[in-house]
T-cell receptor, first 113, second 116 residues
Framework: QQQVKQSPQSLIVQKGGIPIINCAYE??????FPWYQQFPGKGPALLIA?????SEKKEGRFTISFNKSAKQFSLHIMDSQPGDSATYFC????????????FGTGTRLTIIP | DAGVTQSPTHLIKTRGQQVTLRCSPK?????VSWYQQALGQGPQFIFQ???????QRGNFPDRFSGHQFPNYSSELNVNALLLGDSALYLC???????????????FGAGSRLTVL
């Protein structure tokens, strides 16, 4: 019940395209859903996060779409750039005590020029 | 402003040995969490330390233990190492302040442990 399933495992998109990464969770108690970006040799860094009281959140070129009834959420990257090439992790936790994050398995994104 | 610093960056141990990993949180942060990231996997929560006490724990055996010092730095200890303990160990820090809610976690670059 604690799993967060993430797909696809890897994704190759042309520059300017819109990669979409999907996640599904099982624990309905989760109420905080962040996305992390990780470059090789670095730790994950928070990209954007959403709570289930909204269906969409945008920050710059990054958008989270959230479907509470389906227990799914996704990350869209607009006008993708080669510098966006990284591994992306979705995660879920409780709003209070969010240090205990449950991560997805990651998506390795490659943006080709 | 230094972020989260971890040491050592790489280390090799043999089965049955013990290892200690160290973490200095970001300046101003008082809470430290540890995660294990196996190759090709997402990080898995080990435990969280606040006010020198373990506050939350993930599904890890007692071989994994930790400590937080008065200066908020932390150690992760793993006893009786197994081959499956080979992973990147990440430390994340945050500030648990008067505001109760989601805190932004700042991760270090990790300590890569190889068990032979």
């Amino acid at each position: 019940q604690q799993q967060v399933k993430q797909s696809p495992q890897s994704l190759i998109v042309q520059k300017g395209g819109i990669p979409i990464i999907n996640c599904a969770y099982e624990n309905t108690a989760f109420d905080y859903f962040p996305w992390y970006q990780q470059f090789p040799g670095k730790g994950p860094a928070l990209l954007i996060a959403i709570r289930p009281d909204v269906s969409e959140k945008k920050e710059g070129r990054f958008t989270i779409s959230f479907n509470k009834s389906a227990k799914q959420f996704s990350l869209h990257i607009m006008d993708s750039q080669p510098g966006d090439s990284a591994t992306y992790f979705c995660a879920a936790s409780l709003w209070f005590g969010n240090e205990k994050l449950t991560f997805g398995t990651g998506t390795r994104l490659t943006i080709i020029p | 402003d230094a972020g989260v610093t971890q040491s050592p960056t790489h280390l090799i141990k043999t089965r049955g040995q013990q290892v200690t990993l160290r973490c200095s949180p970001k300046s101003g942060h008082d809470t430290v969490s540890w995660y294990q990231q196996a190759l090709g996997q997402g990080p898995q929560f080990i435990f969280q330390y606040y006010e020198e006490e373990e506050r939350q724990r993930g599904n890890f055996p007692d071989r994994f233990s930790g400590h937080q010092f008065p200066n908020y730095s932390s150690e992760l200890n793993v006893n009786a190492l197994l081959l499956g303990d080979s992973a990147l160990y990440l430390c994340a820090s945050t500030l648990t302040g008067a505001f109760s809610g989601a805190n932004v976690l700042t991760f270090g670059a990790g300590s890569r442990l190889t068990v032979l």
